[in-house]
């Protein structure tokens, strides 16, 4: 199709105008973390009495996950930003394909339910644009405790043998440190009979503050943040209240957005030790951070190419690899981006060259040259992050841009078009 008749199918869509030459200031609120919320949502499967959690971000990723929730007879109550959840009525049901394949983390339920009630069927949430996304390693976990695990036509059905359905603790050897995986066995663990260790266990934030609630909610678990994970399982667990972390992603992309568009701005609140690997970057690119009150200010100075590899936490995360590289775009010199977590995370790379980005790919590796100035372009986020790197790329280009892929950024970001033009951004939100 010709890229006129493309362009006017996709503006079509719903899409963000974003007005370029940006210059922001003042101050970006962070909200409760979705790749926490998410896993402490699947954890009130674990007790019969009332969680509330707070913090949660309206995010189409947590409403869908609330759907999956009540599907399974989870009693949910929203008041402002809290849910209140009780799952003392559970069903087993078949989780319906069209809920789970488009949000992964309803997959890493089978942990709680196989805990909790000792069976589950789920179906696999299958890959994305990014990768194939595997489940293997939580698959191998869950059998590890004993677990019985057939999966057949894309549906994973599991049970716990025995008259009491009581899971039995194991250790557990990961063969990469799957986030996922590390949480939804520390989810079968907590109530397992006897102890568990989880060992090359994912170490990011996420998998902390699920420990904590865990522990709050009267599970004993030692270790998480660090590679080697001890679970000592319990009878019952108790309900709670609990805070969702803030979003070290939505931080760090805020944080980009002030650097690329070479704007001083305020960043609150940011837990430094969640996001150290891209505070260092930052600097060493050529910005200034102070720590402010609960948040960070960033004063940009002359932005230069730096290289940067994504890895597990606490390296480099591969979630903000997309938003790092449009500040390349225009940085001085040369950056090397290279991604490792996932095997096809670089889509993000022909819609920046369509505004003027000049980068060359080598397999899952980027050379940036940076130019000097982006020219505005319809352009497309083809998953969560990329999206949100189109938008920092329009705030820096010259003109205005269209930027589509919403359902994307809208998993991910609660209402970044309001919090960016209260900074003084000129961004609108068309629906079609
Ligand atoms: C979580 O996904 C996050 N999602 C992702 O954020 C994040 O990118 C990822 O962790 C890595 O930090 C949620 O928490 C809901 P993984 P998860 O299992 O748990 C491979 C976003 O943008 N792997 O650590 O699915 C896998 O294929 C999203 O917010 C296996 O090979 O990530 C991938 O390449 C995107 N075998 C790598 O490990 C397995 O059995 C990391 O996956 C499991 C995973």
Known sequence: MPLAARISKEMLKPHLLVSGNSSLSGELKVNGAKNSALVLLAASLLTDEEIILSNV?????????????????????????????KANDLRHVELPYELVHGLRASFFCIGAL?????????????????????VVE????????????????GIVTASVPGFEGQLKGAN?????????????????????????????????????????????????????????????????????????????????????????????LKVTPVISDHLNAVLQKLRD???????????IKITPGEIHGVDITTQPFPGFPTDLQAPFMALMT?????????????????????????????????????????????SAAPVEGRDLRSSAAMVLASLKANGTSQVVGLDHLDRGYELIEEKLNKCGAHIIRKQH
């Open 138 to 153: 939580h698959i191998r976990g869950l059998k590890a405790l004993g677990a019985i695990i057939n999966v057949n036509h």
């Open 172 to 264: 557990v050897v990961l063969d990469c440190p799957s986030v996922g995986a590390t949480e939804t066995i520390l989810m079968a663990a907590v109530l397992a009979n006897g102890e568990s260790t989880i060992e090359n266990a994912a170490q990011e934030p996420e998998v902390q503050d699920l420990a904590k609630m865990l522990n709050k909610m009267g599970a004993k678990i030692k270790g998480a943040g660090g590679p080697k994970i001890h679970i000592e399982g319990v009878k019952k667990l108790h309900g709670c209240e609990y805070t969702v972390m803030p979003d070290r992603i939505e931080a760090g992309t805020f944080l980009i957005a002030a650097a690329i568009t070479r704007s001083v």
């Open 114 to 134: 196989l805990g909790r009630i000792g069976k589950a069927k789920i179906p696999l949430p299958g890959g994305c644009k990014i990768g194939a996304r595997p």
């Open 285 to 295: 690119c050529g910005c200034r951070l102070e720590k402010d009150g609960e948040g």
């Open 330 to 374: 225009t940085a001085k010199g040369t950056s090397v981006i290279t991604e490792k977590i996932y095997e096809n995370r670089m889509q993000h790379i022909s819609e920046l060259q369509r505004m003027g980005a000049s980068i060359r790919l080598q397999g899952n590796t980027a050379v940036i040259e940076g130019v000097s100035e982006l």
């Open 57 to 85: 971000p309206k995010l189409t990723d947590i409403s869908g996950m609330t759907a999956i929730l009540s599907k399974m007879g989870v009693e949910i109550k929203h008041k402002t930003k809290d849910i209140f959840l």
